[in-house]
């Protein structure tokens, strides 16, 4: 709604300066794509290409989804035109809506939006810590105080499978008290299984085997660089096993931010390294890492907060009289174009009126035409401010424009 706007855009023009300023581009994939990148990509076992994609038959017969994630899309259009092909470090960014079937909540909508950050061609865990680092920043730039962030290593392919097989054979002698979900994932995702919200398998899980242990030499050096390098720049973490995230992807470096103040949904990004979804959609053998923000999610916290951006006009036009309506309107087209926020009254109501709309505006400066003014070719300025109040000509108003800015900048600093 328009009252919300100027948040969202705050946080996207946060982020975007941000990203410039680390080198990051912006990309602007499809938001639908074949039904079977996702399958491939995300994995066909996990809830999301299970129970959550809008898919749907074109006019010639073929499977299309709406993007429940955006990484899997941005992969593709990144091997369709061999943005790689160079063998440099990529850094892309993307902001747009995705789409999942799931019971709507606070936070959480069906067509939702997502900010996203990869880094492809680098296996150097400086990558990981890279972008990790941009994710707090911005977090804390935009106001989050109540910041905490887990961190995980799911390994390599082969980590995992022998981290698999344990997990099932832990897990198997107590199937029959799992949550339903869980028993189901026990054949096809099991790793799944400890990420679920139901109180009694977490209490099967508590005493199961730890991911951390699983991890092979290589594994376990990527992982504690990348912990060393967190620690010097003064990054805090806690180190969570069970963290697993929810898509098949994943390798290496697992991580999510989460804050005190959304109660029960405390994820406000959450991201890891990919190393193979790139060959897998067809690329070459490329490392990467990436994270996303869910914007409901975060506006939501942003507006618990009392986080609001400032919408005030810097200046507000009124006017009265058939003849100064073409003056008007000159009068507030030539201050936009020096740079200046103007409102125009269109109302043509009393002046005490549209003084009242000028003070809630938020403006600091009110300029004036009445029909004497029209007819002297002068307009009145009012600070509302101070209430000091001056005439000077519309062609002074125009010339001393810098100066005018200037002055109304002084004024918005002084309040």
Known sequence: MPDETPLWQWVETTARELLQRAAYREIRPPMFEQTQLFERGIGEATDVVGKEMYTFADRGGRSLTLRPEITAGLVRAVNEHKLTAQGSVLRLWHVGPAFRYERPQAGRQRQFHQLDVELL???????????????????????????????????????????RDALVDFLTPHKADLDDDSQKRLATNPLRILDSKDAKTQEIVQTAPSLLDFLSPDSQQHFDQVQQYLTDLGIVYTLNPRLVRGLDYYTHTAFEIQSADLGAQATVCGGGRYDGLISQL???????????????????????????????????????????????????????????????????????????????????????????????????????????????????????????????????QAT
């Open 121 to 163: 061609g680098s296996r150097d865990p400086r990558a990981d810590v890279e972008v990790i680092a941009i994710a707090t920043t911005l977090l804390q730039t935009l106001g989050l105080k109540s910041l905490t962030m887990d961190l995980n290593s799911v390994g390599n392919g082969d980590d995992r499978q022998r981290y």
């Open 282 to 412: 067809g690329g070459a053998d490329t490392p990467a890492i990436g994270w996303a923000i869910g914007l409901e999610r975060l506006t939501l916290l942003l507006k618990q907060l009392a986080v609001e951006p400032s919408t005030a006009m810097d200046v507000y036009v009124v006017s009265r009289g058939a003849a100064t309506a073409g003056k008007a309107l000159q009068v507030a087209q030539a201050l936009r174009q020096v740079g200046l926020a103007v409102e125009m009254d269109l109302s043509g109501s009393a002046f005490g009126k549209q003084f009242k709309r000028a003070d809630r505006s938020g403006a600091v400066l009110c300029v004036i035409l009445g029909e004497a003014e029209a007819e002297q070719g002068t307009v009145q300025l009012k600070w509302l401010t101070s209430g000091e109040q001056s005439e000077i000509s519309q062609a002074a108003l125009t010339q001393a424009a810098d100066e005018l800015v200037q002055k109304v900048r002084q004024a918005q």
